[in-house]
């Protein structure tokens, strides 16, 4: 489905029907697992680009027969408080629910050969947010900027093996030697100053960041996290290019 509406807002949907089938990737190299049928649907809502604010709106939803859930919002916004100006906020979330999500291949005699294959019931959430800046200065003096702070948690639990190949059959497990719960957090950054000298001769100043941070930590705790982000380990990065055009 495409909508335009008188006022330049859009509205797109859609909806998929997936059929059951054979996964021979989600063991890491063990037999195939079935997958249920599952419904996928999209929603999208867009303001008039045109304006000094201009927003983006998208949720998508899926469920397969098995009961497993993934959904996920996004909310986009531009502003254009000038010719010079242009700023992006994107934040999106995304909650899942999976009753079999893979763990680990478990071999108990050491003879190469994976003896138990290991699921777990998994409730994963994720938040990152991204933020850019144009900067216009003049024709050939340009600021550019972009930021992502990203953080994912995953809380599992109800360990099962699967029963036999081709299957979704499980039978429960208690073997496990850790605690494959997760918090992932990061900060990416880039700052790009763009100087054009001469004509077709660009001076480019970079300034690159990236940080992150491991824990088993299944709350998510989004806005915590993300303050927190600026403050982990990482490494800083400074580029300097210069292109000179040749009059040949």
Known sequence: MYLTLRNYWR???????????????????????????????????????RKPVSRDFRFNWERDEAGSTWRSA????????????ELSLQPQYTWNDDDAQGVANVNDNGDGIQDHFVYGELKSRVFDVI?????????????QLYLQPFVAVGDYGHFKELVRPKGY????????????????RSLRSNLL?????????????????????????????????????SADEGANIFLVKLNYWLNI
């Open 74 to 85: 996004y909310l986009g916004m531009d502003l254009r408080p000038s010719t010079r100006v």
């Open 131 to 143: 933020g850019c800046c144009n900067w216009v200065f003049t024709p050939d003096l340009t600021l």
């Open 193 to 229: 100053l763009r100087w054009e000298y001469e004509p077709g001769s660009t001076l480019f100043l970079v300034w690159s960041q990236s940080r992150q941070d491991r824990a088993q930590e299944p709350e998510l705790r989004a806005w915590s996290n993300l303050r927190k982000s």
């Open 11 to 49: 509205i797109r949907g859609g909806s998929i029907r997936r059929f059951e089938t054979q996964d021979d990737l989600d063991t890491w190299g063990g037999p195939p697992i079935q997958r249920w049928a599952s419904t996928y649907a999209w929603i999208r809502l867009t303001g008039d680009n």
């Open 169 to 184: 059959e499980f039978a429960a497990y208690e073997g496990l030697s850790a605690n494959p719960d997760f918090r992932w």
